[in-house]
């Protein structure tokens, strides 16, 4: 499998309390399978209780090119989400960069 293209990378992030969300899911969970050469998010997968921000987040991440770090990224999900989870999913985005960027490191 060393000639694997893709590796998957997740992140995580704690939901708070006050969200409802909370009562299903802990934590908010972020799957990426990037491309170890293009940097380029092929899929991903966003823990949610609904179909459509999951489904929004979807297509928000894939064709992403992670060389330019995700604070374009971030930028971009404060433009277009607006709820009080955004936050958890920038969270669980940073843990996803660092986890790549170690990776890359090895």
Known sequence: MDDAKTILVTGYAKVPKALSMFDIHKRVGIVLEINKV???IENADVTFIAKL???FYKRLMIGYDLSQGVTPLIKTIRQ???SPSRQVIIVALQAVEQRYGDFLKQ
Do not use: V
Request: net charge negative.
């Open 53 to 55: 921000p999951w489904d």
């Open 38 to 40: 293009t940097h380029i």
């Open 80 to 82: 277009c989400h607006e």
